[in-house]
């Protein structure tokens, strides 16, 4: 176990759904981070928040919208999405920004 | 641009062989390198890093790197595989701009590693 919690695991939602993607650390790190992983790219840097605030936006479609109410949680929320947005959502934690990267599992996203 | 490149999708090595992964970066600045390993239906797991010294960088199960500078690359090595090292493995540069993405790390695509019995 790696400290950060991700769910669910799998999740597979319609184009019209809204639904929420969530990460959680206890690991006491400051920088938070949402990466998205399709198949023989590289990883895709989403969205870092770093002491709560949101440093990074890597040109994400709105449809898309991260959420980080405490240092110790992070929110996906998905809205409207394409087929094209399925892959696999990484959320990952560091002690400060460029550190060591602690990840979680995923959620497996299929939108249908 | 910082970036990195793993130029090969797949290696293939036999158990008990040598392995290596390759791996070349370009940055501006002295390079931060990072090794990861992806395990199936697993996040990633941090093997090792390069910040500054010794050129050979040791780091989790029997794995290591070596910096080279002129070469600008960090290849990924064990002298002998393992059934278990079967995996996709992530090599990553911190990005040294200025600016909001300082700090951030750039991944490459990763490379699928098979070891045989």
């Known amino acids: 176990e790696t400290g950060v919690t991700q769910t669910p695991r799998h999740l597979v939602m319609g184009m019209t759904n809204k639904k929420s993607l969530k990460c959680e650390q206890h690991?006491?790190?400051?920088?938070m981070y949402w990466y998205k992983q399709s198949a023989k790219k590289p990883l895709e840097l989403m969205f870092v928040?770093?002491?709560?605030?949101?440093?990074e936006n890597n040109s994400v479609p709105s449809r898309f919208s991260p959420e980080c109410p405490n240092s110790s949680h992070l929110f996906l929320h998905l809205h409207t999405l394409q087929p094209e947005d399925s892959a696999l959502y990484l959320c990952?934690?560091?002690?400060?920004?460029?550190?060591?990267?602690?990840f979680g599992s995923g959620t497996q996203l299929s939108v249908l | 641009a910082q970036s990195v490149a793993q130029p090969e999708d797949q290696v293939n090595v036999a158990e008990g062989n040598p392995l290596t992964v390759k791996c070349t970066y370009s940055v501006s600045g002295n390079p931060y390198l990072f090794w990861y390993v992806q395990y199936p239906n697993r996040g990633l797991q941090f093997l090792l890093k390069?910040?500054?010294?010794?050129?050979l960088v040791k780091g989790s199960y029997g794995f290591e790197a070596e910096f080279n500078k002129s070469q600008t690359s960090f290849h990924l090595k064990k002298p002998s595989a393992l059934v278990s090292d079967s995996a996709l493995y992530f090599c990553a540069v911190r990005d040294t701009n200025y600016g909001g993405s300082q700090g951030n790390l750039i991944f490459g695509k990763g490379t699928k590693l098979s070891v045989k019995p």
């Open positions: 390069y910040i500054t010294g010794d050129n």
């Open positions: 990952a934690s560091s002690q400060r920004l460029g550190e060591k990267l602690f």
């Open positions: 690991l006491g790190h400051n920088a």
């Open positions: 928040y770093n002491f709560k605030e949101q440093t």
